[in-house]
T-cell receptor, first 116, second 110 residues
Framework: GAGVSQSPSNKVTEKGKDVELRCDPI?????LYWYRQSLGQGLEFLIY????????KSGLPSDRFSAERTGGSVSTLTIQRTQQEDSAVYLC??????????????FGDGTRLSIL | GESVGLHLPTLSVQEGDNSIINCAYS??????FIWYKQESGKGPQFIID?????DKRQGQRVTVLLNKTVKHLSLQIAATQPGDSAVYFC?????????FGKGTSLLVTP
């Protein structure tokens, strides 16, 4: 597609449930990133994929968070046993090649996750 | 730890005036900087970037200035328009990720 696509755009779920967030990067982009943005805050890095591999998982807040990428394209971020503090906007970005080559990351519009 | 920060959390300007948004960074090893614009309910939108071997870069109505001596970055918007109202973030490369500041809210008044 023309830009990074994320789904769903909004998700409301009960505490303790699992959620799965999807990101479809810009076609041809090999690098994919997940960030989290809490209300009125900057962006917090979660994880980076180069192709299907995630060389850096250090930003994941806890072991309830996991992510995968298949076929070098679509990525899913899964949060298990959701907690209220997981409420945030989850943003996905992609770039043509990895971060070692300085270039902009292009963002989707995010999934707004609300945990009741 | 080292971080990227913004001097002014909010900025109000009149339509037609020029806007200047400032950003201080503390990681002297950073060699790449980006400005993003974020409108309500949207993801950050790339505006302009600059590498550390440059002092200035111009785009359409926007200019980014980099002062490595004092580790300062600024975004200048010429002839500010109502559509420029948004939150602006500066970001620096930090390993695999971009390190974002908390943002400056720009409000353009008629």
């Amino acid at each position: 597609g023309a830009g990074v696509s994320q789904s769903p755009s909004n998700k409301v779920t009960e505490k303790g449930k699992d959620v799965e967030l999807r990101c479809d990067p810009i076609s041809g982009h090999t690098a994919l990133y997940w960030y989290r943005q809490s209300l009125g805050q900057g962006l917090e890095f979660l994880i980076y994929f180069q192709g299907n591999s995630a060389p850096d998982k250090s930003g994941l807040p806890s072991d309830r968070f996991s992510a995968e990428r298949t076929g070098g394209s679509v990525s899913t971020l899964t949060i298990q046993r959701t907690q209220q503090e997981d409420s945030a906007v989850y943003l996905c970005a992609s770039s043509l090649v990895g971060p070692a080559i300085n270039q902009p990351q292009h963002f989707g519009d995010g999934t707004r996750l609300s945990i009741l | 730890g080292e971080s990227v920060g913004l001097h002014l959390p909010t900025l109000s300007v009149q339509e037609g005036d020029n806007s200047i948004i400032n950003c201080a960074y503390s990681n002297s090893a950073s060699d790449y900087f980006i400005w993003y614009k974020q409108e309500s309910g949207k993801g950050p939108q790339f505006i302009i970037d600059i590498r550390s071997n440059m002092d200035k870069r111009q785009g359409q109505r926007v200019t980014v200035l980099l002062n490595k001596t004092v580790k300062h970055l600024s975004l200048q918007i010429a002839a500010t328009q109502p559509g420029d109202s948004a939150v602006y973030f500066c970001a620096e490369n930090s390993g695999y990720a971009l390190n974002f500041g908390k943002g400056t809210s720009l409000l353009v008044t008629p």
